[in-house]
């Protein structure tokens, strides 16, 4: 399996490599509403865009699990709460021990 991770890895590198090589073109980018502009070779500007794409979805569904993350904490809580509580009634009590017989 950790061959196939590797492998697949590889061929991922190789592809991005060949990618980045084919696209050394520089362009120029322009941020609208900003009177700024950069130029930077066309790979770097797509594989940016990929990332922050990726980075925005990232956040995005870490937004969106905050309710599940919030309701198990709840119930990790509510478990260990009942485990203590279960815990304490297990030990012996001295006043619910059986009642002793006289000595003769």
Known sequence: MRLVYWLITA?????LVMFAVSNRGAVVVTFW???A???APLYLVLLLALLAGF???E???WINAGRTRRALRERNRRIEALERAAAQAQLPQASTSAPRLPRD
Not at 11 to 15: G, M, N, S, T
Request: net charge negative.
């Open 33 to 35: 509403p900003l009177p």
């Open 55 to 57: 980075l925005l979805g």
């Open 11 to 15: 061929l991922l590198a190789l592809i």
């Open 59 to 61: 956040f995005v569904a």
């Open 37 to 39: 502009t950069l130029e």
